[in-house]
């Protein structure tokens, strides 16, 4: 279900969905739904926005019951709303104590789950991908975007470097339910532009990761710009493509990365297969090498 955003006045704010207008209230911190069609069927709701500013994000699927809402900023917290009465069935603070993580793109709903990330990668966080069960909002897995001391890829984040890494998952995946693969992106590493303090290829930045829906287990993942050292995210939502390539039927991963490479994979095994600019701009590299790991010519 599409849903567009206006602001139409201070401090209201509308989101159409379709079928019913969300209205929520800053100042008052309240929420009503109603039909689009002006039935009187209102029903009121405190939204608990806890110093988000009002800025929140909707993502619905038809037939559902219930519209999850994701506020902003330091907020970070999951809502689940009944469409009908626009009433609160679970509120989660997803991303704990640490007020440097926000919220800034719409959760994902696959089945049972909603999916969300998480911003603030350029100050101080460690990112993740979570899903939390629809009915309770329980939370059914998480996927940290920087490995923990003796996790693989642990190597570039010495010390506690892994708790401030970066990696934040700010714009939203995309599923493909015959795979049952969830693609999302990360960011950045952190301190953006000093590599000195975490050397290697800094996983799982600037990355898009395959993992499992049901589980969050991590199929495999693809490094776009390895070593970030010019704030490259690759939170750009990929675009799933079943195609002919070379002659052959392939599943495919596209996307137009930040650093100026359109790329092509195999979305069943994370396999390389192009990468080609799109800027006329492009100083940092002219072509990136056969295994799509390495900038050349630069």
Known sequence: MGISFTELEQPRRYADCGERLIVYDVGERCVCSRRANGAANLALLTARLRGAGGRCVLSSQPGCRALAIASLHANAHLLCLDARSGHLLWDVAYAGQN?????????LVIKNKVLVGTSGGDDGVRG?????????????????????????????????????????????????????????????????????????DD??????????????????HFQFTPHDLFDYDATETAVLVDADYKGAKRKLLVEANRNGFLYVLDRTNGEFLSAT??????????????KGRLPMER
């Open 203 to 220: 996983l799982y930045t600037a990355c898009v990761l395959a993992l499992d829906a049901d589980t969050g287990k991590l199929k495999w």
């Open 128 to 200: 993740f991908v979570a899903a939390f069960d629809t009915e309770t909002g329980k939370e059914c897995w998480r996927f940290w975007t920087i490995p923990a001391p003796g996790e693989p890829g642990s190597e570039s984040w010495p010390g506690e470097m892994y708790l401030r890494g970066g990696a934040t998952t700010w714009m939203p995946g995309t599923y493909d339910p015959e795979l049952n693969a969830v693609y999302w992106g990360t960011s950045n590493a952190a301190p953006d532009f000093d590599g000195s303090v975490r050397p290697g």
């Open 277 to 290: 600019p799109f800027v006329k701009k492009l100083n940092w590299a002219k072509r990136i090498d056969a």
């Open 99 to 107: 007020k440097n993580y926000g919220a800034t793109s719409a959760p």
